[in-house]
């Protein structure tokens, strides 16, 4: 059993890791309880059985709740989208996908997959408690969760994010503007909408004003408030990065040296006393890429040789796949960042001319220039949530 922050892994599924929050012993002990009591009022259940039939019922509503979110996983899977990991926590389960599909209409199956799961459920749990001749207490428990996943089922399509509905409601929006982030920001916008109502109604029921709300409506609307005002955020910034392309957040002064340069001269003018860059970027006359040069590298030399021993003799391959076009949208860049997990990337210019680097820290550089908070989250990946 491996922990990873505050959420303990307990094993894997189709190779997903998977973890539980210990938010969710809170749930399985108050399930426990609730479903408990319902089992007592059946005559033939004295307390024991009545506990035990409440937490088999708790255990198995998050097991519906574990499908669900192999529904998303297995449609992002098929995708070919890697799920990072599930997770079961307080207000139900949540797959965190690597990155987001590259269509809309792959976007809605992957948002429809859970709830398509939750109704299939229910009409599973309903078809055995209707014709296997079981005991009543047992045909109660089926129909306890055919009921629990046609609840989960229908909640999990209101639209507005973080629910699937949401999800679904951001690939619609995608597929008439053509724009990802416009999707996501409606989304967002309707969600914070729900989670303002449900945090109202909460409160009415709390009052006793209405008979509708309670404690529980009001946490699941700070929930819901809360995740849907971080994607409103995230949008608003991936909109302000579409704007700009990588040559806008290079980076000032960024690590480029000619090839021709001796050792002395590359460590007198731009090593001592300079920013301390651990590699340079090495370039020609022309000013195109020939290679990179680590700066432990020149242990290697011995300093009688320095200046006798040119940078290009010196420099290693570069890999060019840590490169990008000057005029790609920085939000693909910020794309590019995440998925090759790595802190920066050469900008090359349409004739291959190095321009400099662009780093995460200029990038937030940028939209700290342009007003936007440098601490949004910036996500390129469409993690699924489902509440229970």
């Known amino acids: 059993m491996n922990r990873t922050s505050n959420n303990i892994q307990v094993g894997s599924i189709l190779g997903i890791p998977f973890f539980i929050n210990p938010s969710?012993?809170?749930?399985?002990?108050?399930?426990?309880?609730?479903?408990?009591?319902?089992?007592?009022?059946?005559?033939?259940?004295?307390?024991?059985?009545?506990?035990?039939?409440?937490?088999?019922?708790?255990?198995?509503?998050?097991?519906?709740?574990?499908?669900?979110?192999?529904?998303?996983?297995i449609a992002a899977l098929s995708q070919g989208i890697e799920v990072r990991s599930i997770?079961?926590?307080?207000?139900?389960?949540?797959?965190?996908?690597?990155?987001?599909?590259?269509?809309?209409?792959?976007?809605?199956?992957?948002?429809i997959a859970g709830p398509a799961v939750s109704f299939l459920l229910c009409i599973v749990f309903t078809l055995l408690g209707v014709y296997l001749p079981l005991p009543l207490p047992l045909t109660g428990l089926l129909s306890l969760l055919a009921s629990i996943n046609l609840v989960l089922g229908i909640f999990n399509l209101i639209p507005g994010l973080p629910l699937d509905g949401g999800n679904i409601l951001k690939a619609l929006v995608w597929q008439v503007t053509g724009n990802p982030n416009k999707g996501l920001l409606y989304a967002s916008r309707v969600g914070q909408g729900v989670g303002i109502f449900g945090i109202m109604l909460g409160l009415l029921g709390i009052l006793g004003i209405s008979s509708y709300g309670s404690f529980w409506t009001l946490l699941i609307g700070l929930f819901l408030l809360q995740?849907?005002?971080?994607?409103?955020?995230?949008?608003?910034?991936?909109?302000?990065?579409?704007?700009?392309?990588?040559?806008?957040?290079?980076?000032?002064?960024?690590?480029?040296?000619?090839?021709?340069?001796t050792l002395r001269e590359f460590v007198n003018n731009y090593v001592i006393g300079h920013n301390p860059w651990s590699r340079f970027l090495i370039t020609n006359e022309a000013g195109e890429l020939m290679g990179e040069l680590a700066v432990d590298q020149l242990k290697t030399v011995p300093t009688s040789l320095w200046t006798e021993t040119r940078v290009q003799d010196l420099m290693q391959p570069t890999d060019m796949?840590?490169?990008?076009?000057?005029?790609?949208?920085?939000?693909?860049?910020v794309k590019r960042i995440e998925e090759k997990k790595t802190l920066q990337l050469t900008v090359l210019s349409a004739e291959g001319k190095v321009l400099g680097l662009v780093e995460k820290a200029s990038i937030l550089e940028l939209l700290s220039q342009k007003n936007q908070p440098s601490d949004s989250p910036v996500s390129t990946s469409s993690p699924s949530r489902s509440l229970s």
């Open 321 to 333: 796949s840590q490169t990008v076009s000057a005029n790609e949208s920085l939000l693909e860049v």
């Open 87 to 111: 997770t079961l926590f307080l207000f139900g389960g949540l797959a965190m996908l690597e990155k987001e599909s590259d269509t809309p209409f792959k976007a809605f199956l992957i948002a």
């Open 227 to 261: 995740n849907a005002g971080l994607s409103a955020q995230s949008a608003q910034v991936q909109e302000t990065l579409d704007h700009y392309t990588a040559q806008d957040a290079i980076t000032p002064n960024s690590p480029v040296v000619s090839a021709d340069l």
């Open 24 to 73: 969710w012993f809170i749930v399985l002990a108050l399930g426990t309880w609730l479903f408990g009591q319902q089992f007592a009022n059946f005559p033939q259940i004295n307390g024991l059985m009545a506990t035990l039939l409440g937490l088999s019922t708790a255990l198995l509503l998050f097991a519906s709740v574990l499908a669900h979110e192999l529904g998303h996983s």
